[in-house]
Nanobody
Framework: QVQLVESGGGLVQPGGSLRLSCAASRSIFSIPTMGWYRQAPGKQRGLVAT???????NYADSVKGRFTISRDNAKKTVYLQMNSLKPEDTAVYYC?????????WGQGTQVTVSS
């Protein structure tokens, strides 16, 4: 098992940037896939970005070229750098770890993009 704690959310103006962090309770070196998902009010939770233990990344079309996912195994942390933020990026962002055929989730962090 693994516990995940997100941080770094907040209120930002359109065009601004934020970096989200996801701290894990154990080594992430062997976790096959970690990622970020988001859920806006009235919508289902959806993929933002994932990263494998080998460093391969995958992004939702809506964030390609603006968001970057990375992982620091030594710090047991996964990051999501978000640039050129838009109001439609407003959502609760959740960290995910896929391990032993099970999904583990953090509690989420709110990101609000508004002027």
């Amino acid at each position: 098992q693994v516990q995940l704690v997100e941080s770094g959310g907040g209120l930002v103006q359109p065009g601004g940037s934020l970096r989200l962090s996801c701290a894990a309770s154990r080594s992430i070196f062997s976790i096959p896939t970690m990622g970020w998902y988001r859920q806006a009010p009235g919508k289902q939770r959806g993929l933002v970005a994932t990263i494998t233990s080998g460093g391969s990344t995958n992004y939702a079309d809506s964030v390609k070229g603006r968001f970057t996912i990375s992982r620091d195994n030594a710090k047991k942390t996964v990051y999501l750098q978000m640039n050129s933020l838009k109001p439609e990026d407003t959502a609760v962002y959740y960290c995910n770890a896929y391990l032993h055929a099970a999904n583990f989730w953090g509690q989420g962090t709110q990101v609000t993009v508004s002027s």
